[in-house]
């Protein structure tokens, strides 16, 4: 069995955001080394204050709010409260700002393009997780007291499961899923 390679959050270097709004740190992605194209992304955007969020034409993306707090969306002129660990799929190009309820909030995102992958994210507890076919999935700690196969997490820290190899797991997850769309 391989062991999976942990990314370590407190280790990622801060980016800006698209917009330059915001900064954002990038868990996982199919980028090109320094090119910056990706078809799938896995990040954790930090918002301060009213954000608007970046466009992203042709972009499904997948949403977690990690907190502290709720954050209050405004989705294509439609209020929204995502409390902590709630989760949201919208479009690239939806029209969507944020306002975080507490300092220091933070959202997980999971973005692909809709032509080759559709995200989705859900929140599990100790789960015992295998690769599927086609499904692109990171398991991203959300307590400071999870492990991955006996290897300590501390909170956000990341590792993507691997074809045969199963995961055994203690603490709550965010599963950030891509599944591959085939022609």
């Not at 929204?80 to 959202?107: H, K, W």
Request: charged share 20%.
């Amino acid at each position: 069995m391989m062991k999976l390679p942990i990314i370590r959050y407190a280790d990622l270097p801060p980016r800006p955001w698209k917009n330059g709004k915001g900064i954002t740190r990038t868990l996982f992605s199919d980028a090109a080394e320094g090119s910056g194209e990706w078809t799938w992304k896995i990040s954790i955007a930090e918002i301060t204050g009213t954000q608007p969020y970046s466009p992203y034409p042709g972009v499904r993306r997948g949403q977690v709010a990690l907190g502290p707090g709720a954050v209050d969306l405004v989705l294509n002129g439609q209020q929204i409260l995502l409390p902590v660990e709630g989760t949201i799929v919208f479009e690239g190009e939806d029209d969507v700002s944020a306002t975080p309820r507490n300092e220091g909030f933070l959202d997980l995102n999971v973005m692909g393009l809709r032509e080759c992958w559709n995200p989705a994210v859900s929140i599990v507890d100790s789960p015992s997780l295998r690769f599927e076919d086609g499904v692109l999935q990171v398991l991203i700690a959300l307590e400071k007291s999870c492990t991955l196969d006996g290897a300590q997490l501390s909170y956000l820290d990341a590792a993507q499961l691997l074809e045969d190899s199963p995961v055994k797991t203690t603490g709550k997850f965010v599963v950030a899923s891509l599944t591959h769309q085939h022609d």
